[in-house]
T-cell receptor, first 116, second 114 residues
């Protein structure tokens, strides 16, 4: 069975602080993909990143960075110098071949609040 | 840019009513999905469709059905709405290709069943 755990239910930071959102996953698949989505108050899930299981290179996109470590089954997301516009719910998700390869398994989400 | 639209942002229905939630995508994607989102549970897959007239059950299909008569449109049907179906419903679409393709989501429909 596939499982994604986001242990942090809610995080509050002050603007310009760095913040890391944790994601731990479980899967028996050797080929799988990991995702991060952002859900602002408007409700739409916005795709942020996709990483396949064979690519452990960390990625940086502006103030966002992702750290993928297969050894600890983690795919953590860091926002540097947070801004109020980063306030949202962030979801980590996993998709593997289990179940036919058409099912995203989501974590329960982390609510990030960035205050002035 | 991928565009996934959902017919309503907010809906209020009464118990026992038949409810239709519509989703349309404009990118000629083969795969479409319906999820529901509940606090503390994340998103759970209700149904998905590989292509026109094809459908597969997800994790929580009970109480729901779907229809995919045209490639761009995927409808979720609540045959007889119940209060435990009050939730946020999210539609997604993806190009055929399986794991290496990304699912893109619509804005969601918040359904309240009284």
């Amino acid at each position: 069975a596939q499982k994604v755990t986001q242990a942090q239910t809610e995080i509050s930071v002050v603007e310009k602080e760095d913040v890391t959102l944790d994601c731990v996953y479980e899967t028996r698949d050797t080929t799988y993909y990991l995702f991060w989505y952002k859900q602002p108050p408007s409700g739409e899930l916005v795709f942020l990143i996709r990483r396949n299981s064979f690519d452990e290179q960390n990625e940086i996109s502006g103030r966002y960075s992702w750290n993928f470590q297969k050894s600890t089954s983690s795919f953590n997301f860091t926002i540097t110098a947070s801004q109020v516009v980063d306030s949202a719910v962030y979801f980590c998700a996993l998709e593997g071949f289990t179940g036919g390869g058409n099912k995203l398994t989501f974590g329960t989400g982390t609510q990030l609040k960035v205050e002035l | 840019d991928v565009k996934v639209t959902q017919s309503s942002r907010y809906l209020v229905k009464r118990t026992g009513e038949k409810v239709f939630l519509e989703c349309v995508q404009d990118m000629d994607h083969e795969n479409m999905f319906w999820y529901r989102q509940d606090p503390g549970l994340g998103l759970r897959l209700i149904y998905f469709s590989y292509d026109v007239k094809m459908k597969e059950k997800g994790d929580i299909p009970e109480g729901y059905s779907v229809s995919r008569e045209k490639k761009e449109r995927f409808s979720l049907i609540l045959e007889s709405a119940s209060t435990n179906q009050t939730s946020m419903y999210l539609c997604a679409s993806r190009k055929w290709g399986g794991l290496q393709e990304t699912q893109y989501f619509g804005p969601g429909t918040r359904l309240l069943v009284l």
